[in-house]
């Protein structure tokens, strides 16, 4: 029976709050073997001048421990 855990990450973009999200999952896969999911927790911008500057998501990903 695999056993799981889940660890909370923030990623951030100019782009997109999706682009953060891509980031976010891809960069927790190279650190965290066996990724299952993530749950999108809070999504937040950054206004500098009154414009977007900053798209930021916090996520909590799931993966699974190796054996």
């Known amino acids: ?11 951030s973009s100019k782009k997109s709050f999706q682009d953060a999200i891509e980031l976010g999952i ?3 896969a190279k650190t965290l073997k066996n990724v ?15 414009k977007i500057s900053a798209y ?9 421990l190796a054996e």
């Open 1 to 11: 029976m695999p056993v799981a855990r889940v660890t909370e990450i923030t990623s």
């Open 26 to 28: 891809a960069r927790a």
């Open 36 to 50: 299952e999911g993530a749950w999108i927790q809070d999504q937040k911008v950054v206004v500098e001048d009154g």
């Open 56 to 64: 930021r998501v916090n996520m909590k990903v799931t993966f699974i």
